[in-house]
Every structure is written in structure tokens, then in C-alpha cells.
């Protein structure tokens, strides 16, 4: 008998989106994933389309299937609309960014790399409460920005993180802040994290803390003295993107945003403008995102069937993406991932 269908929403994206969305789509179908899509658009398609970046319609599909695969969307650097990404995050209180950086092609500059980086997603410097006070005719002489960090915030993140280790059977979170500086806005947070360890996690599980500038050197040092990070907004933006380049780069880092009301899945990277429409992006990061997606309704099963074909298209069929070092197209890279998938 077949599996009920899970109504989902696909949101295919700018730039290279809709090419890498073809990879996740064609990798879910192999493993005959019964989600029942509503395709939808948002970002500078959207814009041009519908004269607005996130439709009512795209918000109205999420609020109804409360679960979504995203392609990348573009937002205008400095001025313009304001991220869609992060008005996403906001809409549906996904509070959890989490992103785990695997090693997938042994040999690299770094092997055997497993961390997850769970990054706080709605408060902090991400929130965007800034505004310019000009002066003597500059508009721009002096530019604010205010950070938020809620007590209630910190705990969900921090929660989930601890539950999320615990669950893996991994071995310690390492609270990353910068509480020597910003003793407020960080120190909340790492506050957070001391307390919720020594009431609820001691016995469960070990705990350091460490300031994200040391963090970033040890992270390239030696990447395997952690394990499960949690920080802030933004250091868990920047710390995820350096744990992506420590397994290849930005094409290999999928992401998942979790919440009360909804849960979106992704890849870390962008639309990546430079190399769109040219069918040789990666497609690895959203591959990998739709087996997260996979793992989230229960069917982690299928999930390891999908990161199998990966690992198997990378290193066996050896079918690489030029980012990568190889010369194989998007297209390439999924027929090779779909006959993995359904020889296995
Ligand atoms: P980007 O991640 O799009 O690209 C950075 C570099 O990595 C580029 O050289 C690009 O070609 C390469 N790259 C990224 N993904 C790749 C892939 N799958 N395969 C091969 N190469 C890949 O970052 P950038 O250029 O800073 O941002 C472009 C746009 O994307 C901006 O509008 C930004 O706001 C948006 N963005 C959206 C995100 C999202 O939707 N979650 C996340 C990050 C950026």
C-alpha cells in the first residue's frame, strides 16, 4: 500500500535554484518520497512576476503544509527589500537554523569532519533594527544597529541543541559568544547555555564554551575537537559557512530551519548569481537538505538512501561539480545520483 501523501511546499528559488532543484526532486522521486508538492514562487522571480518577493499565496501553502524545500533566494545588498529568508524565519517562528558539515569526499584538507552548527534564528544583529543619522549634508555619516537577545529565545535554541545532541548520541555542545565584549547581548546567551547545562544536560552530556574568535582559529586548527555548536545569529552564520568550507565549500552544506509553526529545508549557499543558468552548479547542498527533509517526517530511512547515492556519485561514479574539481554538469551529477539511488 502506498504511503499517504505529505503535502509540502517547493519553493525553486533564483539564480541556480530551479537547476538545483531538479537534482533534489528527481533524488526524492527515486526514493519515492510521497510528498504531495505546491510549487510556489518567492524571490526576484516573485518580485518581477507577482510585484512581490514572498506572495500571499507562498506564505498561505507554508502556513497550510507547515513544510517546505527552498531554492536560494536573492536579496539586494545595502538597500531594497529586506531578506525573504529572514522574513521566512520570522513568519514561522523558525527559531533553529541547524546546519551540519559533514566530510563526504575523503582525502580533502580536512577529513573526517562531522559537526553541526545550530545556529539561533530569529534575534541578534540578524534582526535588522538599524538606521542611519546623517549629518552635515551626508546621509550616511553615521550608521546604528541594534542587537536583541531574549532569555525565551536563547532557551529555545539552546533546548533544541542539547535535545538534538543527545538524540545523536553525540559526544558535547560547545556554546560559542562573545560575552568578553558584547557582555550583554552574548553574555545572555552563554548565561542561557551555563544554566540550562548544569539543571537539565550534566549527566546527559559534555559542555564547553568558547568565544567565537577563538572558535573561528580553532575551528581551522582542529576541527575535530567539536562536535555540537550553538550560537547566536550571526556567528552561527559565518561559523556555518567555515564548517561548509571545511568539507568542500558551500556546495556541500545543507540546512534545515525548525520552529513552532513550520520547517523549512535548504542549502547554506545562495543563488550563486556568477555561475546561474550555466547548469554546472553543485547540487549537493539541496540534495542533502531534501534528505534532512526526509529525516524530519520520519523517513530517515530513505534519507540515508539519498546521502548514500551521494556519497557513491562523488567517490565511486566520480561525478564532480567544477567546485568541486571536476568537470561534470548539474545534469550529470543527477543521472548519476538517480541510477545510484534505484541500483542500489
Ligand atoms: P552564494 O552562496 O550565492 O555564492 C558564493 C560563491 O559560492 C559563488 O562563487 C558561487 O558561485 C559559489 N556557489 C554557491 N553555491 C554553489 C553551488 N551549489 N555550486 C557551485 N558553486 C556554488 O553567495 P553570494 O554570492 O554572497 O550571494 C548571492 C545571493 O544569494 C545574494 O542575493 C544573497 O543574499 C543570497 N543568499 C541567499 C541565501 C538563502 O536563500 N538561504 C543564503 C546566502 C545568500
Not at 501523501?5 to 532543484?21: F, N, Q, V
Not at 558539515?101 to 534575534?123: F, H, M, Q, S
Not at 551555563?194 to 564554551?209: L, T, V
Not at 547554506?268 to 534528505?291: E, F, M, Q, R, W
Request: proline share 5%; hydrophobic share 45%; aromatic share 6%.
Amino acid at each position: 500500500m502506498n504511503a499517504p501523501k505529505i503535502p509540502a511546499t517547493l519553493i525553486p528559488g533564483d539564480g541556480i535554484g530551479p537547476e538545483i532543484m531538479e537534482a533534489a526532486l528527481a533524488a526524492l522521486d527515486a526514493v519515492d518520497a510521497p510528498f504531495d508538492w505546491d510549487t510556489q514562487p518567492a524571490g526576484m522571480g516573485a518580485l518581477a512576476m507577482h510585484g512581490d518577493p514572498l506572495p500571499e499565496t507562498t506564505l498561505a501553502s507554508i502556513r497550510r503544509t507547515r513544510l517546505a524545500l527552498k531554492g536560494p533566494l536573492e536579496t539586494p545588498v545595502g538597500g531594497g527589500f529586506r531578506s525573504i529568508n529572514v522574513r521566512l524565519r520570522e513568519e514561522f517562528k523558525l527559531y533553529a537554523n541547524i546546519r551540519p558539515a559533514r566530510t563526504l569526499i575523503p582525502g580533502g584538507r580536512y577529513d573526517n569532519i562531522d559537526l553541526i552548527v545550530c545556529r539561533e534564528n530569529l534575534e541578534g544583529l540578524y534582526m535588522g533594527y538599524e538606521h542611519y543619522i546623517p549629518i552635515d549634508g551626508d546621509p550616511h555619516a553615521v550608521a546604528m544597529s541594534t542587537g536583541v537577545n531574549t532569555r525565551q529565545g536563547a532557551r529555545h535554541i539552546i533546548e533544541y541543541a542539547f535535545e538534538h545532541a543527545v538524540a545523536l548520541g553525540r559526544r558535547k555542545v560547545t556554546v560559542v559568544h562573545k560575552a568578553n565584549i558584547m557582555k550583554a547581548l552574548t553574555g545572555i546567551f552563554l548565561e542561557t547555555a551555563q544554566e540550562m547545562h548544569a539543571e537539565r544536560y550534566k549527566d546527559k552530556i559534555e559542555f564547553e564554551q568558547v568565544i567565537v574568535d577563538a572558535c573561528c582559529m580553532k575551528l581551522v586548527m582542529n576541527p575535530w575537537q567539536f562536535d555540537v555548536l550553538v550560537t547566536t545569529n550571526l556567528f552561527g552564520d559565518i561559523l556555518s559557512d567555515l564548517t561548509a568550507g571545511l568539507v568542500g565549500g558551500l556546495g556541500m552544506a545543507p540546512g534545515s530551519n525548525i520552529g513552532a509553526d513550520a520547517a523549512i529545508f535548504e542549502a547554506v549557499h545562495g543563488s550563486a548569481p556568477d555561475i546561474a543558468g550555466k547548469g554546472i552548479a553543485n547540487p549537493t547542498a539541496l540534495v542533502l537538505a531534501a534528505a534532512l527533509m526526509l529525516d524530519h517526517v520520519n523517513m530517515k530511512e530513505k534519507g540515508d538512501r539519498i546521502r548514500r547515492a551521494v556519497s557513491e556519485t562523488l567517490n565511486m561514479d566520480n561525478v564532480r561539480t567544477g567546485d568541486l574539481g571536476g568537470n561534470a554538469s548539474t545534469r550529470d551529477y543527477t543521472t548519476s545520483l538517480v541510477a545510484r539511488i534505484r541500483n542500489a
